[in-house]
């Protein structure tokens, strides 16, 4: 074993000079991330997920890694006192003296009256770490790889050891729940490990039989108090050898295969009461999987996982050009500036796979802010590993509707359900108003109160921007069914509170929220810094959304007739959008001073994505102060570059149509602002932290950004490659999805499409916009047909449910 850490050395730098002696799979399949060596830090192990469990695998070869994870692992509790009343009247005075311009004692009076007491607000947290210490026979290691198949969704670890061929596969299994590893040896007996748990909660733990067991609680006092109840299991199956239960771990001796099998189950949300037992449930998952083979468990895995993944496809012409380097490589090429057009496909293929590993239908939460891939990082900080719902969130899910997954959508409803009910009682104890209402940062214990401070808490339209998700996904499935019973009722409530909560400016007539901030940002006024103001750009943004969805709602069930009359008219006293003195998109309702120049945020261009409030089409004007906006924060000194910021601008920049400026975007994202396994961070430097942190937001958000420079379509109005940067001048995709139940795939030499197929899962009728659309062949199932073309170059279609329109040169 002496030789394993020398060995393993010379192999990492012979493959740095001689990349052409890697294994021959890596080069011919471009849906892999792999590497040479080992990881050496969290930030290069790979991630799998069944959408409650997750592991984060190293691929060590004298010890193996995997990090536990799973995705109700929260400290925290449910807290009553979360807001602090306040009522209509007190509400009133406030909001007279910012119509009295006095901001000062206004910021002041709602500082000390409409924050939160977040005593117990919790946050998600690992397991801890399985420890598998091997022991080898004598000899050199050599041919080491290491690769994540997107495909299959499996973890692979290969090497040698002397003349023995060692072979770790682990997978995520949702239809059996369990992280499932085999490992074998191509001689027998050439297994010996010892497993051991390195737990980061309070947790007991005891080898018994063929199993380590833990036993603990998650409590976590960095974010108040409380925390759930858990116990997980890791059992040993072996083929050959001997196995023994050593204290607090296994020992597995001469076996010529092993297959670990791991759960944890808690007592979240105490479903005890329901007859669900979290510890026997857990012994009963291992029980059964035990029952199993690898190979059934792995064939089961992948047939329920691949349906999913395979409905995408894309492809920019050079995928394996750079195929034949190790993925750290590649991102390091890319990080130095370089353009990696198969990494730029890779990666939106990765953030379709970290969704479905993330979320499921039958995922019990939604996907946090790192989802359950947790570093030990950002639970530690004070922003924690929680909902941010004034973009993370939100940001999580935006691949999923364009990506082709709109089931994974469906734990987000969920949890929107049960926020709507807490947020009743924050709506009618701070507000004084009927329906629903949540702000900036939430858990799964029903937090919907203002945060702790406003500066970054008083954003009530936060519920707004959550709930818009279940219109854009009735938008993309056309799902009525779903528009009824899930969508509308959720919207409704959440538009009977901003009715009741708006209120008339005396000052103009306009119908405006407040006190409430633009996220999280401030402004100056008479010398001073504040945060609150009356009606700031995102809430008007927000609230039009919801009404606007409420409306169409209400008219695609024929239901509410007097509600939608209320929301004609509410929309009707909603202020313009205002262009401000240097030429950008006003943030505020006035045109106040920037106080930061450089900040992060820019909530108020929400107009222009992921809505369509600003288009180039419709409002020019206000699409130029929108690229305005975002070259001043670019420009500004100290830009706030983080992984959620930068995907952004890649939507603002693909809107505006500018494939450069969303290019170079794209390759900050995939090079400065990620790792050596692709996931994406939030930089050291930026809201405190001291090194990088991984944050889940940047790897989906940017791949929607990827596929909205390819296909857009909004406003009734569906375009091709409208933002194609030079790099991408060949390609093609399968499966991207369009509003209006629309679902395309495309090809492209030199720029020029070559052949496209829409298809139709529900009658639509809708614009079609493809450059020199005249010089095409036209088909509807088959039937060729000439298409009359608009004076914009665009073509109306018209489609029944199943239909094919294929146009091709």
Same mark, same amino acid.
């Given at each position: 074993?002496?030789?394993?850490?020398?060995?393993?050395?010379?192999?990492?730098?012979?493959?740095?000079?001689?990349?052409?002696?890697?294994?021959?799979?890596?080069?011919?399949?471009?849906?892999?991330?792999?590497?040479?060596?080992?990881?050496? +830090?969290?930030?290069?192990?790979? @991630?799998?997920?069944?959408?409650?469990?997750?592991?984060?695998?190293?691929?060590?070869? +004298?010890?193996?890694?995997?990090?536990?994870?799973?995705?109700?692992?929260? %400290?925290?509790?449910?807290?009553?006192?979360?807001?602090?009343?306040?009522?209509?009247?007190?509400?009133?005075?406030?909001?007279?003296?910012?119509? +009295?311009?006095?901001?000062?004692?206004?910021?002041?009076?709602?500082?000390?009256?409409?924050?939160?007491? @977040?005593?117990?607000?919790?946050?998600? &947290?690992?397991?801890?770490?399985?420890?598998?210490?091997?022991?080898?026979? #004598?000899?050199? $290691?050599?041919?080491?790889?290491?690769?994540?198949?997107?495909?299959?969704?499996?973890?692979?670890?290969?090497?040698?050891?002397?003349?023995?061929?060692?072979?770790?596969?682990?997978?995520?299994?949702? @239809?059996?729940?369990?992280?499932?590893?085999?490992?074998?040896?191509?001689?027998?007996?050439?297994?010996?490990?010892?497993?051991?748990?390195?737990?980061?909660?309070?947790? #007991?733990?005891?080898?018994?039989?063929?199993?380590?067991?833990?036993?603990?609680?998650?409590?976590? *006092?960095?974010?108040?108090?409380?925390?759930? &109840?858990?116990?997980?299991?890791?059992?040993?199956?072996?083929?050959?050898?001997?196995?023994?239960?050593?204290?607090?771990?296994?020992?597995? !001796?001469?076996?010529?295969?092993?297959?670990?099998?791991?759960?944890?189950?808690?007592?979240?949300?105490?479903?005890?009461?329901?007859?669900?037992?979290?510890?026997?449930?857990?012994?009963?998952?291992?029980?059964?999987?035990?029952?199993?083979?690898?190979?059934?468990?792995?064939?089961?895995?992948? +047939?329920?996982?691949?349906? &999913?993944?395979?409905?995408?496809?894309?492809?920019?012409?050079?995928?394996?050009?750079?195929?034949?380097?190790?993925?750290?490589?590649?991102?390091?090429?890319?990080?130095?500036?370089?353009?990696?057009?198969?990494?730029?496909?890779?990666?939106?293929?990765?953030?379709?796979?970290?969704?479905?590993?993330?979320?499921?239908?039958?995922?019990?939460?939604?996907?946090?802010?790192?989802?359950?891939?947790?570093?030990?990082?950002?639970?530690?900080?004070?922003?924690?590993?929680?909902?941010?719902?004034?973009?993370?969130?939100?940001?999580?899910?935006?691949?999923?509707?364009?990506?082709?997954?709109?089931?994974?959508?469906?734990?987000?409803?969920?949890?929107?359900?049960? $926020?709507?009910?807490?947020?009743?009682?924050?709506?009618? !104890?701070?507000?004084?108003?009927?329906?629903?209402?949540?702000?900036?940062?939430?858990?799964?214990?029903?937090?919907?109160?203002? %945060?702790?401070?406003?500066?970054?808490?008083?954003?009530?339209?936060?519920?707004?921007?959550?709930?818009?998700?279940?219109?854009?996904?009735? #938008?993309?499935?056309?799902?009525?069914?779903?528009?009824?019973?899930?969508?509308?009722? &959720?919207?409704?409530?959440?538009?009977?509170?901003?009715?009741?909560y708006m209120v008339t400016d005396p000052r103009n007539n306009y119908l405006v929220t407040g006190p409430s901030i633009s996220p999280e940002n401030s402004f100056r006024y008479q010398g001073q810094e504040f945060c609150a103001s009356m009606m700031p750009t995102c809430d008007r943004v927000l609230v039009y959304e919801i009404f606007s969805a409420c409306l169409k709602s209400t008219e695609i069930l024929n239901v509410d007739a007097a509600f939608a009359d209320s929301l004609r008219t509410a929309i009707s006293k909603l202020p313009p959008f205002r262009i401000s003195a240097n030429g950008g998109v006003?943030?505020?309702?006035?045109?106040?001073?920037?106080?930061?120049?450089?900040?992060?945020?820019?909530?108020?261009?929400? %107009?222009?994505?992921?809505? %369509?409030?600003?288009? $180039?089409?419709?409002?020019?004007?206000?699409?130029?102060?929108?690229?305005?906006?975002? *070259?001043?924060?670019?420009?500004?000194?100290?830009?706030?570059?983080?992984?959620?910021?930068?995907?952004?601008?890649?939507?603002?920049?693909?809107?505006?149509?500018?494939?450069?400026?969303?290019?170079?975007?794209?390759?900050?994202?995939?090079?400065?602002?990620?790792?050596?396994?692709?996931?994406?961070?939030?930089?050291?430097?930026?809201?405190?932290?001291?090194?990088?942190?991984?944050?889940?937001?940047?790897?989906?958000?940017?791949?929607?950004?990827?596929?909205?420079?390819?296909?857009?379509?909004?406003?009734?109005?569906?375009?091709?490659?409208?933002?194609?940067?030079?790099?991408?001048?060949?390609?093609?995709?399968?499966?991207?999805?369009?509003?209006?139940?629309?679902?395309? !795939?495309?090809?492209?030499?030199?720029?020029?499409?070559?052949?496209?197929?829409?298809?139709? /899962?529900?009658?639509? #009728?809708?614009?079609?916009?493809? /450059?020199?659309?005249?010089?095409?062949?036209?088909?509807?199932?088959?039937?060729?047909?000439?298409?009359?073309?608009?004076?914009?170059?665009?073509?109306?279609?018209?489609?029944?449910?199943?239909?094919?329109?294929?146009?091709?040169?």
């Amino acid at each position: 074993m002496r030789n394993i850490t020398r060995s393993l050395g010379l192999i990492i730098g012979a493959a740095l000079l001689f990349s052409g002696c890697l294994p021959s799979e890596a080069t011919e399949d471009t849906m892999k991330l792999w590497y040479d060596k080992p990881a050496d +830090e969290w930030m290069k192990s790979l @991630p799998l997920g069944n959408g409650r469990l997750g592991a984060m695998v190293y691929g060590g070869v +004298e010890t193996e890694t995997i990090g536990l994870n799973e995705s109700t692992m929260w %400290s925290g509790e449910y807290d009553e006192h979360q807001q602090r009343p306040l009522g209509r009247d007190k509400l009133d005075q406030i909001r007279k003296l910012f119509f +009295e311009d006095n901001l000062a004692e206004g910021n002041h009076i709602a500082g000390n009256t409409m924050a939160g007491s @977040p005593h117990s607000a919790g946050t998600h &947290l690992p397991i801890g770490d399985l420890k598998l210490n091997f022991t080898y026979p #004598e000899g050199e $290691l050599s041919d080491y790889h290491h690769e994540l198949d997107l495909t299959t969704a499996t973890n692979t670890v290969t090497y040698k050891v002397g003349d023995t061929e060692y072979t770790r596969q682990c997978i995520a299994s949702n @239809p059996d729940d369990v992280i499932a590893m085999h490992i074998k040896a191509s001689r027998p007996e050439s297994i010996t490990v010892e497993l051991e748990l390195q737990p980061l909660r309070n947790a #007991e733990v005891v080898a018994s039989g063929n199993q380590l067991i833990y036993t603990g609680n998650a409590e976590f *006092e960095k974010h108040g108090r409380g925390g759930v &109840l858990f116990e997980g299991r890791i059992a040993a199956e072996i083929k050959g050898g001997t196995i023994k239960a050593d204290g607090k771990k296994l020992l597995i !001796d001469k076996a010529t295969e092993v297959l670990l099998l791991s759960d944890v189950r808690t007592n979240y949300k105490n479903t005890t009461f329901a007859g669900y037992d979290y510890q026997q449930k857990c012994k009963e998952t291992i029980e059964a999987a035990s029952k199993k083979s690898f190979k059934t468990l792995r064939n089961t895995h992948v +047939e329920d996982y691949t349906p &999913l993944f395979s409905r995408v496809a894309l492809s920019f012409g050079e995928n394996g050009k750079f195929s034949h380097l190790p993925n750290d490589q590649r991102w390091a090429r890319v990080k130095a500036g370089e353009s990696d057009p198969g990494l730029d496909a890779l990666f939106f293929q990765y953030a379709r796979y970290l969704l479905i590993s993330s979320s499921r239908p039958n995922s019990p939460l939604p996907v946090a802010l790192q989802g359950f891939f947790n570093d030990n990082l950002a639970c530690h900080m004070g922003w924690t590993n929680d909902y941010h719902l004034d973009i993370n969130t939100e940001q999580n899910y935006w691949i999923a509707n364009v990506g082709n997954l709109p089931e994974c959508h469906l734990p987000l409803f969920d949890y929107i359900k049960d $926020l709507s009910v807490h947020g009743s009682k924050i709506a009618q !104890d701070l507000y004084g108003c009927k329906g629903w209402t949540a702000h900036t940062t939430s858990n799964p214990w029903g937090y919907a109160a203002v %945060s702790g401070s406003i500066l970054w808490g008083l954003f009530p339209t936060a519920s707004s921007w959550i709930t818009s998700h279940v219109w854009t996904q009735y #938008e993309y499935t056309q799902d009525k069914n779903f528009l009824k019973e899930t969508a509308y009722p &959720l919207l409704k409530s959440n538009a009977e509170f901003l009715l009741d909560y708006m209120v008339t400016d005396p000052r103009n007539n306009y119908l405006v929220t407040g006190p409430s901030i633009s996220p999280e940002n401030s402004f100056r006024y008479q010398g001073q810094e504040f945060c609150a103001s009356m009606m700031p750009t995102c809430d008007r943004v927000l609230v039009y959304e919801i009404f606007s969805a409420c409306l169409k709602s209400t008219e695609i069930l024929n239901v509410d007739a007097a509600f939608a009359d209320s929301l004609r008219t509410a929309i009707s006293k909603l202020p313009p959008f205002r262009i401000s003195a240097n030429g950008g998109v006003q943030e505020w309702f006035e045109d106040y001073e920037e106080a930061h120049p450089n900040h992060r945020h820019t909530t108020h261009l929400l %107009s222009l994505y992921p809505y %369509s409030q600003i288009t $180039l089409n419709k409002t020019p004007e206000l699409a130029n102060a929108a690229r305005i906006t975002i *070259e001043r924060r670019l420009a500004a000194k100290d830009w706030e570059d983080t992984e959620w910021s930068r995907t952004n601008m890649i939507c603002f920049y693909a809107r505006l149509k500018d494939p450069i400026k969303a290019y170079n975007s794209v390759k900050q994202l995939l090079g400065p602002l990620s790792r050596e396994n692709m996931f994406t961070v939030s930089p050291a430097g930026i809201a405190g932290a001291g090194e990088d942190i991984f944050a889940f937001d940047g790897n989906t958000a940017g791949a929607a950004g990827i596929a909205e420079m390819l296909l857009q379509g909004y406003d009734n109005r569906i375009e091709l490659l409208p933002c194609l940067p030079e790099e991408w001048k060949n390609g093609s995709f399968k499966g991207l999805c369009a509003r209006g139940g629309i679902e395309l !795939d495309a090809s492209w030499k030199n720029a020029q499409i070559e052949q496209t197929e829409l298809r139709a /899962s529900v009658p639509a #009728e809708f614009s079609f916009r493809i /450059s020199n659309a005249s010089a095409y062949n036209w088909k509807m199932n088959k039937k060729t047909f000439t298409p009359e073309i608009n004076a914009d170059g665009s073509v109306q279609i018209s489609m029944n449910a199943g239909d094919k329109l294929t146009v091709s040169l």
